[in-house]
């Protein structure tokens, strides 16, 4: 085995690595379960309180806190139904359902098990793959990050909306919501109203807080009086049937996530939307239809954001451009300590990518242990009256909102945001769509600007699209996306599901 190659054991050895991991592992989860503290704060924090120590100490602690503060957003999305991340905003459309079955310690087994693997199958990916996703991501044009935020619009099917037009209705209300602040292309202030304040945009952490918390909590006052569910959680650790059962669907999106992990810019969040509108469409036969409990629902999300960890550092490590906000901070943290990340660490400073190899196997060992204890203690949470639940609810929103920029005007935004997530789901509009738009608009409008600039016209991009083969890909994808949510799709998968089942029918009565 090559000298370097052995640096992936060193955290393992190393006792001060070992128990820094673990402490950013712990820390990271009750951080990302927290609405409001975001994995990408902490981890900006660690900057100048380890600007003094040696650069092996900085980085476990930060590759655990990023890999625990990404699964940890999963509890309160269960829970609560507030994303404690935006990674785990697909979680909840099932996740939730199933806490108010009374199964929560069985849906927060099945996430941390899904997340542990889809983190293995991306730190797999980073080991043996690296030169060569990262050379893929590195031929992503403008034009390909457009194709990809209009697939992600695609979603708009399957983020619970009952009525395709109210779902887009909503997204387009999203995409409008996320253009206004300052044009990162002409620096002009756009939908401000001559208000500073909003020449930052409307942060869609904050918008998140308000649709999924706050509008929940108004909503549950409805039913502040009914009796609690009680959770059953005698079995946390899922059974080995279970995982085996999901398995395909795990891998394949862990991969998902892997890919759209290493697209510079997107992440988790993207990741686990794409893979849950995977599973609604290729799982046939869901334990519950999705959106009322579905573990499927869980075990997809979950798998891919944790994947797009590795994902993320492949860009990164390899060529010096961040897969996401985490691994930018940590190339200024690389930089602090005198390293350059890009084609030359593989050079210069091999035995420092394999560390980070070896910390994130390590901080996903941590992440199952940490991840299925003090479960029965955090399933408490829902089964506190409503009367002292909802106001607890409202105060964690509003400081989290608070505490994402130290600025009180996001508490307004958040509290505008509950009241018009409860007009919404009292009318049965989606929120999901609504989230996504907010997301996704800021990388349609620049991404188009650019790829129509430079292709010089809007025919010149359109030709653009079908020469290129990952251009071409994506667009067909696109094309069939389409067909499958229009009323010509639907009768045909409708038609084949039927006579999936009729034949199933009939060798069962044989």
């Known amino acids: 085995m090559d000298a370097h190659v052995m ?42 309180f380890t600007f003094s120590w040696d650069t092996h100490s900085a980085l476990a602690l ?13 509890r309160s ?71 990809l935020a209009i697939m992600g619009l695609m979603l708009v099917g399957s983020l619970g909306s009952k009525s395709t037009p109210k779902g887009l209705f909503m997204a387009a209300f999203g995409i409008l919501l996320g253009l206004v602040g300052m044009d990162p292309l002409t620096g002009q202030g756009r939908f401000t109203f001559g208000s500073l304040n909003l020449m ?7 918008a998140m807080i308000g649709l999924f918390g706050v509008s929940e909590a108004l909503v549950q006052i409805k039913t502040k009086d009914l009796p609690v569910v009680k959770q059953k959680i005698e079995k946390i650790i899922p059974s080995w049937e279970t995982l085996l059962r999901f398995l395909p669907l795990s891998i394949r999106t862990s991969i998902l996530g892997v890919v759209v992990g290493a697209l510079p810019g997107t992440g988790g969040d993207l990741a686990a939307l794409l893979a849950y509108d995977h599973a609604k469409r290729t ?70 990518f394999w560390l980070i190899v070896g910390s994130l196997i390590l901080a996903n060992f941590f992440l199952l242990v940490f991840g299925l204890t003090g479960v029965k203690i955090f399933t408490k949470l829902v089964e506190i009256r409503k009367g002292i639940l909802i106001p607890m609810i409202i105060i964690l929103s509003v400081v989290g909102s608070y505490t994402i920029n130290n600025n009180i005007f996001d508490i307004y935004w958040m509290l505008a945001f509950g009241v018009l997530g409860y007009i919404m789901k009292t009318y049965d509009f989606p929120v999901g769509p609504l989230v996504l738009g907010l997301i996704l608009g800021p990388m349609l409008d620049t991404n188009y600007r650019r790829s129509v600039m430079s292709a010089g016209s809007i025919p010149e991009f359109f030709l653009d699209v079908l020469q290129n083969p990952i251009s071409l890909f994506l667009f067909v994808a696109i094309v069939v996306m389409i067909f499958a949510q229009s009323k010509v799709g639907n009768a045909i998968m409708n038609k084949e599901k039927k006579s999936k089942n009729l034949a199933e029918e009939t060798v069962i009565t044989e």
């Open 200 to 206: 930052g945009g409307i942060n869609y952490v904050t």
């Open 283 to 352: 799982v046939k036969n869901p334990t519950r239809p999705f959106g009322e409990g579905a573990l499927e629902g869980l075990v997809a999300p979950e798998s891919a954001n944790n994947a797009a960890i590795g994902g993320a550092f492949i860009p990164m490590l390899t060529l010096g451009i961040p897969g996401d906000a985490v691994t930018a901070i940590i190339i200024g943290a690389l930089f602090i300590h005198g390293l350059k990340p890009g084609p030359m660490l593989m050079v210069e400073s091999p035995n420092l």
């Open 7 to 48: 640096n992936i054991f060193l955290p393992l050895l190393d006792i001060n690595l070992l128990l820094l991991i673990a402490a950013g592992t712990f820390a990271g989860i009750y951080i990302g379960a927290i609405p409001g503290l975001s994995v990408t704060m902490a981890v900006s924090l660690l900057i100048s």
């Open 77 to 147: 999305s269960i829970l609560l139904n507030i994303p404690g991340a935006p990674a785990a905003i697909a979680t909840s459309f099932d996740g939730y359902p199933l806490a108010k079955l009374g199964e929560a310690g069985k849906a927060i087994g099945i996430s941390t098990v899904e997340s542990v693997l889809g983190g293995f199958i991306g730190i797999a990916a980073l080991a043996l793959g690296a030169p060569f996703v990262s050379e893929f991501a590195l031929k992503f044009a403008p034009r390909d990050y457009l194709l």
């Open 62 to 74: 930060m590759v655990g806190i990023y890999t625990g503060g990404v699964y940890g957003g999963s």
